[in-house]
């Protein structure tokens, strides 16, 4: 009992292949979309990798890179094979590739299907990463002498004022770090040398930020330094005071804009996967119907299309079985060749 | 009468005219759609730096007209590019006889007309945006600390995102903002000496100082950013206001504002110039095509000797035939109005 028995007279399998024909090379340019999609993705990784540890994968874009050139390439020939379908001169040449072409292309669209669920699943690993690469972004704020460290500053401020952010999970973040050079200190002055002797490790540490955390929606010019302390500004509260300082963590905006970036990617591939399945099953149903035409003398009869011959269990033992055969018939061939050898040399 | 400017055009000649002319048509419609886009990206801009013009300048008039000589200039171009197109098949023409004179003129008058005044405003828009900005720009670097005022509390804020932005401080340099009282009057502690004697030595009893607002600081700059004090050479070490540093943005947003704006309407310029040369060609063409077709008497594929020209006859020709022509229509007036009354009477009773 074949499954999903479709019946195929002439018109409407010629409307078949040239729908498909269509299909194809729409998709052709949905291919060409998911690889300028990973192409973005991984410039927008690379772009922010010194916040990343230049540790970040970038298995996601990658892969959507190789599925959009493949998506291209299957889909071409596709194409090619569905204008050659309403000839059956043409047709007779692409006949015995039909079936493992259909093969890979259900392999294909399974690869395409675990891609786009990735887009979804990278948000876990792309936290801790930042959450690593940002506090060490942020130890490396005072060393602007040091060779390969000197850019990290600006990246911060840069991305402070991009993202609208500040530290790590708040502003305090910056309370723990030593973010002022030593060459820009005053060792002669008594309050530097207090902080200094103060802390364990002797780091000159301030309750105080970077200009890049302000916020201009403040309605008063920014308090960077001394942010703990109320009486050190007039009308000042530090418990109350919200508009000063940005108050989200640089974490959480990078995650969040990376997680909408990654989620509408994931919903595009998604979409092209619904139209790739919707194509390999019309190409197996095109498959199919040519294959059932009895007489080919005469291109006028009704044929019929199927997805499977047999019903889904007996499809899958007599995969079993063939692939068993496969087995058997290596064996086979290898007693006859010891048994041919054998009366030579004897 | 002699006709103005007549190009004879046999067959081969006129084929080519009409592929050239097809091409050129849709060259026109793509230059045509980029002006028009450029003409709106400089709109936006415009829109969003607003708060920094003086609301007298008509700085947007330019990409408002140039909209919409782009948009003339787009409908020619396909026009252009469809009686082209019929003007090689016989079967197509007919319905474009008629269209395409009033066409012809509607393109003239009205495309050439906006791309004048376009350029015209492209070359005069330069003067106008520098008074516009720094008027604008005074009265934006005064309004800053007003954030409780209704009406200029985004001052403030538009400021910081400009200086943030486009990576300027001030009008023209840093020390604009020692000029100003920058710090609201709200936040300033009455009771702090440093703030009576600075109120009481300025004659206009402003708060003035030398700082400026964090959205100056440069993040290039090696050392966290010193925005305080900075006419004293002694306040914070290793720094001396007389040598050139990267602490703050050098430029002043004047400069800023001014190139990025020009830059804008100057390319605006140089492709409303192509549009218009490009306009020109196709109406050019398409009269002498339009003017060889109607010789023939619209047979497209006559091998007759066709000729294509500007205008039937000089202008003075043209002036009398059209007097004498209105004149004419004038006088049979009376005997056609009773005929036109009996058809509708005519028609009510049927109806």
Redesign the interface.
Known sequence: MALLKVKFDQKKRVKLAQGLWLMNWLSVLAGIIIFGLGLFLKIELRKRSDMMDNSESHFVPNSLIGMGVLSCVFNSLAGKICYDALDPAKYAKWKPWLKPYLAVCVLFNIVLFLVALCCFLLRGSLESTLAHGLKNGMKFYRDTDTPGRCFMKKTIDMLQIEFKCCGNNGFRDWFEIQWISNRYLDFSSKEVKDRIKSNVDGRYLVDGVPFSCCNPSSPRPCIQYQLTNNSAHYSYDHQTEELNLWVRGCRVALLSYYSNLMNSVGAVTLLVWLFEVTITVGLRYLHTALEGVANPEDPECESEGWLLEKSIPETWKAFLESVKKLGKGNQVEAEGVDAGQAPEAG | MAPVLPLALPLQPRIRLAQGLWLLSWLLALVGALTLLCSGHLLVQLWHLGTFLAPSCPVAALPQVALAASAVALGTGLVGSGASRASLDAAQYPPWRGVLGPLLVAGTAGGGGLLVLALGLALALPGTLDTGLEEGLGTALANYKD??VPGR?QA??LL??LQ?RHHCCGRHGYKDWFGIQ???S????PN?QDVVDRIQSNVEGLYLIDGV???C?N??S????L?SQLSDPHA???FDPRQPNLNLWAQGCHEVLLGHLQGLSSTLGNMLAVTFLLQTLVLLGLRYLQTALEGLGGVIDGEGEAQGYLFPAGLKDMLKTAWLQGGVARRPAPEEAPPEDEPPKEGLPEA
């Open positions: 954030t409780e509390c403030k804020r910081d995102e943030l920058w710090v609201s709200r936040y300033l502690d702090d607002p964090f959205s600081c993040p290039h090696p050392r966290p950013c925005q914070h070490p290793l």
